[in-house]
């Protein structure tokens, strides 16, 4: 799989930033410390990590509150449509938000 630093929000760019094991995202997201580790630092920048073929693509962002007492944060997964819905049914919940990924994607970039 890759890795990318995910400006979409930020400045609407996107960095290839190489390839990633999926035991090395693991470790990423392993605790609120690793996360924020791997957070870049600018306002709105998320980590991006997609598989080689363009099945799924995850991103997420923590980061201090603004009185710098809690941890922040959130994550999405955009899949096609055959994983996205396997990925609901085996989710059972209702406080998942779904929408087509174009939409997502053209109202989150700046």
């Given at each position: 799989m890759k890795r990318c630093d995910d400006w979409l929000e930020h400045d609407g760019l996107h960095f290839d930033r190489g390839a990633m094991?999926?035991?090395e995202l693991f470790f990423a997201i392993g605790s609120p410390r690793e996360l924020l580790t791997a957070?870049?630092?600018?306002?709105?920048?998320c980590v991006g990590v997609a598989d080689?073929?363009?099945?799924?693509?995850?991103?997420?962002?923590l980061e201090w509150d603004d009185d710098g007492q809690g941890l922040m944060g959130f994550f999405d997964v955009t899949l096609l449509p055959e994983l996205a819905d396997q990925f609901h049914r085996g989710l059972n919940t209702q406080?998942?938000?779904?929408?087509?990924?174009?939409a997502y994607f053209d109202r989150?970039?700046?």
């Open positions: 094991t999926f035991e957070t870049p630092d600018d306002d709105h920048a080689e073929r363009g099945r799924w693509y995850l991103r997420f962002r406080s998942l938000i779904t929408e087509p990924s174009a989150i970039r700046v």
